[in-house]
């Protein structure tokens, strides 16, 4: 599955922002998916996931402020994020699991599937 994030900006500490992230040829409601986002010489930090089921997830730095969303009409994942911090900062990732794992999981290296990634650069 090949999978297209969207969504990302320009924006003030304070703003939101919505992502999106949508699967070509299949529905990602076959799959655990998640957010995860990275800066400049660290590895991808876990943002979000959300299960089939619909059961969420979230990083310590997103608890609070981001939610995520499975949009079954459309076949995409949503990430809303509010209260948006200059660390906040980074390439964001959407992610999918291969469909025969259910469980959510934070780590990057359980995710098979990856979109190209979305810039959100919030300024102080």
């Known amino acids: 599955v090949q999978l297209q994030a969207s969504g990302g900006g320009l924006v003030q500490a304070g703003d939101s922002l919505n992502l999106s992230c949508a699967a070509s040829?299949?529905?990602?409601?076959?799959?655990?998916t998640a957010w995860f986002r990275q800066t400049p010489g660290k590895e991808r930090e876990f943002v979000a996931a959300i299960s089939h089921g619909g059961s969420t997830a979230y990083g310590d730095s997103s608890k609070g402020r981001y939610t995520i969303s499975r949009d079954n009409a459309e076949s995409t994942v949503l990430l809303q994020m509010n209260s948006l911090r200059p660390e906040d900062t980074a390439i964001y990732f959407c992610?999918?699991?291969?469909?025969?794992?259910?469980?959510?999981?934070?780590?990057?290296?359980?995710?098979?599937?990856w979109g190209q990634g979305t810039q959100v650069t919030v300024s102080s």
């Open positions: 992610a999918a699991r291969n469909p025969s794992l259910t469980v959510i999981h934070r780590s990057a290296r359980a995710y098979t599937y």
């Open positions: 040829g299949r529905t990602l409601r076959d799959y655990v």
